[in-house]
């Protein structure tokens, strides 16, 4: 293996986080003095790799992206606001002036192949001005600010932005704003719990299936949709689980419609395109939107101060619920290199248990004795919690070491 | 696809967004007919959106009902919220609300409005002035005008004048 009669063919280097890199050598130096790699074998496995300095979250590209935050907003405000000498029609012209300039500006720096932070910074103002230019066209014509159709529209050209040159900060203005649009378009025709929990529901089987689609095609958006997807999911299991958040029931409009045929056409999808273990994911977010949606449906006695057995059933079944979703994204955290899912999941059931422990207990126990039941409650959630994920992490690791060589 | 083009599809396509966002006011205007409806001020300046007038219609106004703190034509109150269209009848040389009903009538003129905030809104609720006119316009207001509506057939409105009746 270390004596070729020809030159290897070049191998296309991985960018990996600089601490991973100085791990690497660290190690390949270890082998090479035990005799495990020839030194020519280590350097060749040390030129695969090379380190991604713009990875790391430095305090230039911080402030360039407050900064060009700041800008953004601070124009919406001050043309929509101050310019009260200009008319309409100027407004809209200066505004689409500077939209423009930052959108061919942050392109040309991009082609130039300047600084990724500055470039980032230039593409966030051209996201932001975007967002300006249809408020104000929409206030130089008299359309209500509030209305959500010009949120959606941001977002659908955040999104066209970001598609079309795979770019992060205009993706993550599309997300933003996109998500807004997906619960303010339905609660505008209907406002209730349910409505909430359905949307939260749906949201979570979308992106999901969106994160399954955009594996291997768009790593960044895939985890970003992904980190989407488990937010909504343990938000959509909290507001189920909360006594009395339901209301009346579901109240049915179109765009709940349009919502849930949204998801269901994303999962089939996902499921055509991604063949395989994949498609679990939205199944997942599935199989939550039904406990979440039948948990908020499922209204017990409405008398705050007593609690009786639907009550305890209630509480028993979400924390159980909860608990399995949440062991399920430290899962998929762990399969996917996704630390985020991981700790989204550890603080969403801290704050889920305190949270359903006062609801559930506070009307009954009440003193220090409701601070002894919560603190017992929480301990022994934690306490399996953790062991379950210590032997997850085991169990990955021992199939990782018996399948060697194949992919995850 | 090369970086000037990508750019280009880009901007054409947020465009056209921007245009979808005030697309039933921009068909008022490029397609809609002339109908002059008396209008009175509520309020000369807003602050937080330049020399606007306020405008407010009392013959378009529901019963009773009277708009206060911000532009509107108050409030339907059948317990519902959601469209609003105002069938329009003319009237001694200019256009009244002759019926207000939550379902679209069959033929116009009418003005397509909303009541989710908590009083009807038509889009014809202000009208741009600079500041110095503005103030002008708040005495003519004071002393009867009419205000010049463009209304295309979906009932989609826009305000395109102001001016003594």
Redesign the interface.
């Known amino acids: 293996m270390t004596d070729t009669a020809s030159p290897a063919p070049p191998v296309a280097t991985r960018s990996v986080a600089p601490h991973q890199l100085a791990w690497l050598r660290h190690e390949l130096a270890d082998w090479t003095s035990e005799g495990l790699l020839s030194e020519e074998q280590a350097a060749r496995i040390s030129t695969r790799y090379r380190s991604e300095h713009h990875a790391r979250v430095s305090v230039g590209r911080v402030l360039l992206h407050l900064g060009a935050g700041f800008v953004g907003v601070g124009l919406i405000w001050l043309v929509?606001?101050?310019?009260?000498?200009?008319?309409?029609v100027a407004r809209f012209t200066a505004v689409a002036v500077l939209?423009?300039a930052f959108?061919?500006g942050g392109?040309s720096l991009?082609?130039r192949h300047a600084s990724p932070p500055i470039v980032g910074a230039a593409r966030l103002l051209a996201a932001l001005g975007?967002g300006a230019?249809?408020f104000q066209?929409?206030?130089?014509?008299?359309?209500?600010a509030?209305e959500p159709?010009?949120v959606g529209?941001w977002a659908?050209?955040a999104f066209?932005?970001a598609y079309?040159?795979r770019a992060a900060a205009p993706f993550l203005v599309g997300v933003v704003t996109g998500v807004t649009w997906w619960f303010m378009q339905p609660l505008?025709?209907a406002q209730d719990g349910t409505a909430v929990v359905v949307l939260l529901g749906a949201g979570a089987v979308l992106t999901a299936a969106l994160a399954v689609l955009h594996d291997g095609w768009i790593d960044g958006f895939a985890w970003t949709w992904r980190t989407v997807a488990g937010g909504m999911a343990l938000a959509a299991l909290f507001v189920a689980a909360i006594p009395g958040a339901a209301g009346d029931g579901l109240t049915w409009s179109p765009w709940l419609v349009v919502a849930l045929g949204a998801a269901a056409a994303a999962t089939i999808g996902a499921a055509v395109v991604r063949r395989g273990a994949r498609i679990l994911e939205p199944l997942g977010a599935a199989a939550v939107l039904l406990t979440a949606t039948t948990l908020s449906l499922w209204t017990t006695g409405t008398d705050a101060s007593t609690v009786d057995g639907a009550d305890w059933a209630h509480a028993a079944i979400s924390v159980a619920a909860y608990v399995v979703l949440a062991v399920a994204l430290v899962a998929l955290g762990t399969v996917r290199g996704h630390q985020a899912l991981t700790w989204m999941a550890m603080v969403g059931l801290v704050v889920f248990t305190t949270f359903q422990g006062f609801a559930v207990f506070a009307p009954i126990v009440t003193g220090a004795w409701l601070f002894v039941v919560l603190g017992t409650l929480f301990l022994g959630t934690g306490f399996l919690f953790d062991r379950a994920r210590r032997e997850l992490v085991q169990a990955l690791d021992a199939t990782d070491r018996t399948s060697e060589g194949t992919g995850r | 696809?090369k970086?000037?083009l990508?750019?280009a599809?880009?901007?054409v396509?947020?465009?056209a967004?921007?245009?979808?966002?005030?697309a039933?006011?921009?068909s008022a205007?490029l397609a809609g007919d002339t109908y002059l409806v008396r209008v009175a001020p509520v309020d000369p300046i807003d602050p937080?959106?330049?020399?606007y007038v306020a405008l407010d219609y009392p013959d378009l106004r529901h019963g009773g009902s009277r708009s206060s703190v911000e532009p509107g034509l108050g409030a339907l109150e059948d317990g519902e919220s959601?469209e609003v269209y105002i069938a329009l009848a003319e009237t001694d040389g200019v256009w009244v609300g002759a019926e207000w009903t939550r379902t679209r009538p069959t033929h116009g003129p009418y003005l397509a409005c909303d009541d989710?905030?908590w009083q009807v809104?038509c889009?014809?609720?202000?009208w741009?002035l600079?500041?110095e006119d503005a103030r002008e316009a708040e005495v003519l207001l004071r002393e009867g005008a009419v205000a010049e509506l463009r209304v295309d057939a979906r009932g989609n409105a826009?305000?395109v004048d102001v001016r003594a009746r």
């Open positions: 929509a606001a101050n310019l009260d000498e200009l008319s309409p939209w423009l959108l061919v392109e991009a082609a975007f230019l249809v066209a929409a206030q130089s014509l008299q359309v209500p509030y159709r010009l529209l659908v050209g066209v932005h079309l040159t505008w025709d | 696809m970086r000037p990508i750019t599809v880009v901007a396509g947020q465009l967004l921007a245009a979808l966002a005030v039933p006011q921009l205007r937080f959106r330049g020399a959601g989710r905030s809104r889009g014809i609720e202000s741009f600079p500041q826009a305000v």
